[in-house]
């Protein structure tokens, strides 16, 4: 069991940059794969980012390739979310996730544990 705390989202203008933290309770953060997905108003949740146990591999969703940067400090229990360039469509809420399992996924049912979200508005 895993509990996860978002923080760092706001309002923004557009090519302004946010920082996006997620903190895991428990020992066993590093054994966990973790994502970032994002849910605009009336839309599904749509995957973000990923990255391994060992940060050895990430992965991007191609509408923020270049943009936005997953990383991981598995000595704080944490995952971040660099996001540069912001555009008015990436205002959503953004969820972090965690699959104890090896292998990233983009799928949002594959992934077990969920935080509560945090939103983040982009204003053009």
């Known amino acids: 069991q895993v509990q996860l705390v978002e923080s760092g989202g706001g309002l923004v203008q557009a090519g302004g940059s946010l920082r996006l933290s997620c903190v895991a309770s428990?020992?066993?953060?590093?054994?966990?794969?973790m994502a970032w997905f994002r849910q605009a108003p009336g839309k599904e949740r749509d995957f973000v980012a990923a990255?391994?146990?060992?940060?050895?591999?990430?992965d991007h969703a191609d509408s923020v390739k270049g943009r936005f940067t997953i990383s991981r400090d598995n000595a704080k229990n944490t995952v971040y979310l660099q996001m540069n360039s912001l555009k008015p469509e990436d205002t959503a809420v953004y969820y972090c996730?965690?699959?104890?399992?090896?292998?990233?996924?983009?799928?949002?049912?594959?992934?077990?544990?969920w935080g509560q979200g945090t939103q983040v508005t982009v204003s053009s």
């Open positions: 990255i391994s146990r060992s940060s050895m591999t990430t």
């Open positions: 428990g020992r066993t953060f590093s054994s966990y794969i």
């Open positions: 996730a965690a699959r104890p399992a090896l292998g990233i996924l983009t799928h949002a049912r594959a992934y077990d544990y």
